[in-house]
């Protein structure tokens, strides 16, 4: 399996655009998480899926962000508009149930908002 | 209020030493702990684990120590080798599938040759 894999792996973009950052989880995966890494804060757990499902987002800063999982496939996490504040690497990752073996981690999305 | 900290941003050990790495809690729900290491440009990777039913657990180089009632754990590697140099995260869960992890800030390792 070639693991959790994201997309782009770096983006710059200007503040106010929208931006789209992409995951495939391993497949068979029963759970997604999207996790924000920033000097300041570490690694923040945004939202999490089961099954498809959103379980918890009560870490997703503002709605200006947003996620998806349409299939157990693939998920999007969207800043629409951007600010440079959310500039961070956003990191996704997956587990089976009962993941007590941790998660698998992406390499990230480096995101920068100018 | 950070659930979880670390309070040594980092550590530098010379190599064939031991290198402690420690983790705080102040929720007395988290019964599961993991320690995640990350080099640059990479996701983390999952090192080693501890459920609140031992004070110990231990996988080659790295064993891990948990100490409950001063709700601390720490990572201990021995012998320290320069490819050990990353950045440590403590994560913390306390709900029962040990799905919802909070994580530490993180201590970056550097180990000397």
């Known amino acids: 399996d070639a693991g959790v894999i994201q997309s782009p792996r770096h983006e710059v973009t200007e503040m106010g655009q929208e931006v789209t950052l992409r995951c495939k989880p391993i497949s068979g995966h029963d759970y997604l998480f999207w996790y924000r890494q920033t000097m300041m804060r570490g690694l923040e757990l945004l939202i999490y899926?089961?099954?498809?499902?959103?379980?918890?987002d009560s870490g997703m800063p503002e709605d200006r962000f947003s996620a998806k999982m349409p299939n157990a496939s693939f998920s999007t996490l969207k800043i629409q508009p951007s600010e440079p504040r959310d500039s961070a690497v956003y990191f996704c990752?997956?587990?089976?149930?009962?993941?007590?073996?941790?998660?698998?981690f992406g390499s990230g999305t480096r995101l920068t908002v100018v | 209020d950070q659930q979880v900290k670390q309070n040594s941003p980092s550590l530098s050990v010379q190599e064939g030493r031991i290198s402690i790495l420690n983790c705080d809690y102040t929720?007395?729900?988290?019964?599961?702990f993991l320690w995640y290491k990350k080099y640059p440009a990479e996701g983390p990777t999952f090192l080693i684990s501890?459920?609140?039913?031992?004070d110990k657990n231990e996988d080659g180089r790295f064993t891990v120590f948990l100490n409950k009632s001063a709700k601390h754990l720490s990572l201990h590697i021995v012998p320290s080798q320069p490819g050990d140099s990353a950045v440590y995260f403590c994560a913390a869960s306390g709900d029962n599938y040990g799905q919802n992890f909070v994580f530490g800030p993180g201590t970056r390792l550097s180990v000397l040759p």
């Open positions: 899926f089961n099954n498809n499902v959103p379980i918890d």
């Open positions: 929720n007395s729900m988290f019964d599961y």
């Open positions: 501890i459920s609140s039913i031992k």
């Open positions: 990752a997956s587990s089976l149930e009962r993941g007590l073996a941790g998660y698998t």
